[in-house]
């Protein structure tokens, strides 16, 4: 091969010369593995970790502290021992960022199940012996993603529209990459569905700024 030429560039201009049927550059693979297969006893339960070949990108990793996660719901109990300290000592949760709206304190904590849920099936911690697996749970002591906790409801079926903008302003300006929104937003009875769009502009405002 001569000098001072890229291995592609001189590829191409062998094939154009015509001089040749095939024009072929010998590479190395490596052997597939399993994928990695945590320790958590209810794994077998997370039916959706198949679904989304979770287990070959495991291989590849299983999240990163050093990318924020914001999780806008009614509030998580963050503080489970799969979640947040437990005997292990690490958390994959930020509590001090953590934000909840009705109190305006970062005690975000609330009796309502669905935040907690949401919060496991992404950031439980992976392959510590306890639970299920989060998809970015992380790896026995070394944490995943962090997650940012945003409290906007008072249950798991009530959330108050009119601080969502403010939420998701504040997950962006806190650094979050990704934003969980797990709920659905009605008109109010007074607005007809044919005008529905129009009392969401705020909504559409701290999306458009998120992205």
Not at 74 to 82: E, Y
């Amino acid at each position: 091969m001569p000098k001072n030429i890229e291995l592609v560039d001189f590829l191409d201009s062998l094939q154009n010369s015509n001089d040749f049927a095939i024009i072929e550059c010998n590479t190395f693979g490596k052997f597939c593995s399993t994928g990695f297969i945590p320790n958590d006893p209810q794994i077998t339960s997370q039916w959706y970790l198949d679904a989304i070949n979770i287990f070959d990108a495991w291989s590849i990793t299983t999240g990163s502290s050093l990318v924020k996660f914001a999780v806008i719901d009614a509030g998580p109990d963050w503080r489970h021992s799969d979640i947040g300290y437990g005997s292990d000592g690490y958390a994959n949760v930020d509590s001090n960022l953590a934000w909840g709206y009705l109190r305006d304190s970062n005690n975000v904590t609330t009796f309502w199940e669905h935040d907690t849920r949401i919060l496991g099936q992404i950031a439980a911690k992976t392959n510590n012996a306890i639970g299920i697996s989060g998809i970015t749970g992380g790896n026995g002591s070394s944490p995943g993603v962090t997650i940012i906790p945003i409290n906007v409801g008072s249950s798991s079926t009530s959330t108050n529209n009119s601080i969502l903008d403010s939420a998701i302003f504040y997950a962006v300006d806190n650094g979050s990459k990704i934003i969980q929104l797990s709920f659905k937003i009605p008109p109010p009875p007074y607005t007809s569905i044919a005008s529905y769009d129009s009392i969401t502009s705020a909504i559409d405002a701290a999306i458009k700024y998120a992205v």
